[in-house]
C-alpha cells in the first residue's frame, strides 16, 4: 500500500498559531475535530487522500495549535474563523468540510458566516445542548463537571461528562481509556477542553434560518450505534430545524476512528449522493 505523503506546517491566525496537515490531490475535503486534533482523524485521512487533498488540524489551544492566552475559551465563532483562514491560505477552492462533535459546531458556524468557502459541510453529531428541551439540566450538568475537574477530581470530571453525553461506560474502562495516559501534553489538552471548550461549544446557538438560507449543502450526521445519546438527541434536533433528514454513518461518536474504511465508504457515498 502506497505512504502518501504528509506536509504539517503552521499558520498564525489572531491569538494563536494553528497546526496543520496537508495530504493528497485533488478536491479539497476539511476534517475538523474539537478536542480532538488532525491525529483522530489521520486514517479516514489517508484513505480520502488517494483522490482529495485532505486538510486537518489541530483546534486552538490544543495540542500543537498554541494559543496566546491560555485563560480564555475558545469559541465556535473562533474556530470557524480559523477554519476560513486556514481555507483561504490554502486556496483550493469551496471545501467539502466534515466537522465531528466539537468540530460539528465549528464547521456550522463556518457555514454561517464564510459558506462561499465550503459547498458542503457535514456536522457529525454536533453537541448542541440549547436545540434540547432539557437544556437547563444539561448546563447545570457542563457546570458541575467543569467546577469538578477544576477541583482536582479528574475521574468524577470524565463519569460525569460520560453521564451528561448519555455514554454507557463501564467504571473501570473509564479509568483505563481517560486516566492511562497523564502526559503533560495530554493534561494540558483535557484541562483546555473542560475549562476553555466545553461551555461555549455546547451553548452555541445555531441560526437556523441562516443555515437554511446559505448555498452550502449542510448534512447532519449521526452514528449509527449513538442512539439515544446525547449528540444523537441534538443533531436530530438540529436536521428537524434545518427541515432535512439526518444522515446515518457507521459506528458512534468516533465512528471515524474506530472503523475509518467503513466511515469512508458512507462518506464518499453521501458526498455523490
Known amino acids: ?40 482523524f489521520e486514517a479516514l485521512a489517508g484513505l480520502l487522500a488517494r483522490d482529495h487533498t485532505v486538510l486537518t488540524t489541530d483546534p486552538r489551544g490544543i495540542n500543537r495549535s498554541s494559543v496566546e492566552h491560555p485563560g480564555r475559551d475558545s469559541t465556535p465563532q473562533e474556530r470557524a474563523d480559523d477554519l476560513a483562514r486556514l ?25 454561517q458566516t464564510r459558506p462561499e468557502l465550503v459547498h458542503t459541510v457535514i456536522a457529525h453529531e454536533p453537541p448542541l445542548q440549547e436545540l434540547l428541551p432539557d437544556r437547563a439540566e444539561l448546563y447545570a450538568a457542563t457546570e458541575d463537571m467543569v467546577a469538578t475537574y477544576l477541583a482536582g477530581d479528574v475521574l468524577g470530571a470524565w463519569v460525569r461528562f460520560l453521564r451528561a453525553a448519555d455514554i454507557d461506560f463501564p467504571p473501570a474502562m473509564i479509568e483505563q481509556v481517560f486516566l492511562s495516559d497523564r502526559s503533560p501534553q495530554t493534561v494540558a489538552d ?3 477542553q473542560f475549562a476553555h471548550m466545553l461551555r461555549a461549544t455546547a451553548r452555541w446557538v445555531p441560526d ?26 441534538a443533531s436530530r434536533a438540529l436536521a428537524a430545524g434545518l427541515g432535512i433528514a439526518p444522515t446515518m454513518f457507521p459506528g458512534d461518536h468516533i465512528g471515524f476512528a474506530e472503523d475509518p474504511a467503513a466511515f469512508e465508504v458512507r462518506l464518499r457515498a453521501v458526498l455523490e449522493g
Open 1 to 40: 500500500m502506497t505512504t502518501i505523503p504528509v506536509t504539517a506546517q503552521h499558520l498564525a491566525v489572531p491569538g494563536a498559531r494553528l497546526h496543520y496537515e496537508v495530504r493528497g490531490t485533488g478536491p479539497l475535503v476539511l476534517l475538523a475535530g474539537a478536542p480532538m486534533d488532525a491525529r483522530s
Open 87 to 111: 481555507l483561504t491560505h490554502l486556496d483550493a477552492g469551496p471545501a467539502v468540510a466534515l466537522g465531528s462533535s466539537g468540530g460539528a459546531v465549528s464547521v456550522l458556524a463556518l457555514a
Open 190 to 192: 483535557e484541562h483546555f
Open 208 to 233: 437556523l434560518d441562516r443555515l437554511r438560507a446559505v448555498p452550502t449543502r449542510i448534512v447532519v450526521g449521526i452514528g449509527e450505534d449513538s442512539t439515544g445519546q446525547l449528540c444523537d438527541r
